[in-house]
């Protein structure tokens, strides 16, 4: 589906899901000092072995679209949570479970980051669905309500430019 960007004025192509590589914490930790404090995979991050991450996905409505987009986040979990989802990565008979949202995704103001979620495990091999309190905030509407496809190649657009 070719699309006329009225950001950059570009044919696009297909609406690329956004990722975040790592939780924004990790970017807290000094480059020397990530080998021995940080343990970090694609898809579950510790720090100090105090901090537990895990990689979901913010599924977002498109509005006149037959499909959904995704933003690839990270979430906090409490020790436990933490453990129970590496014990059963593949099961969806866990949680939900709480999580501080930790990606923040420049779009949005006020900031996303620390935004209560909750994560929904899925089971096999995708990542858990991460559902944003409802709130006013921008992005738990968006997540409730959906964006228009201008939208969220604003966004997007807006998310490459800032260089993660
Ligand atoms: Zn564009």
Redesign the pocket.
């Given at each position: 589906m070719s699309y006329q960007?009225?950001?950059?004025?570009?044919e696009?192509d297909a609406l690329p899901e956004i990722g975040a590589e790592r939780p924004d914490q990790w970017f807290g930790i000094p480059p020397h000092e990530r080998a021995r404090r940080v343990r970090w995979n694609p898809d579950t991050c510790v720090i100090d072995d105090t901090d537990f991450f895990i990689r979901g996905v913010i599924r977002i409505p498109l509005k006149d679209q037959d499909q959904d987009w995704g933003l690839g986040v990270w979430v906090s979990q409490k020790r436990e949570n933490f453990q129970t989802y590496l014990d059963n990565h593949r099961s969806d008979t866990i949680g939900p479970f709480f999580g501080w949202l930790c990606t923040q995704i420049p779009y949005y103001q006020p900031s996303t980051l620390f935004l209560k979620t909750m994560a929904h495990f899925r089971g096999g091999d995708l990542r858990p669905d991460i559902v944003v309190e409802p709130t006013d905030h921008p992005l738990a509407r968006a997540q409730k309500d959906g964006i228009t496809l201008d939208e969220a190649?604003r966004i997007?657009?807006f998310y490459q430019n800032q260089g993660r």
């Open positions: 960007c009225q950001v950059c004025g570009a696009h190649w997007l657009h």
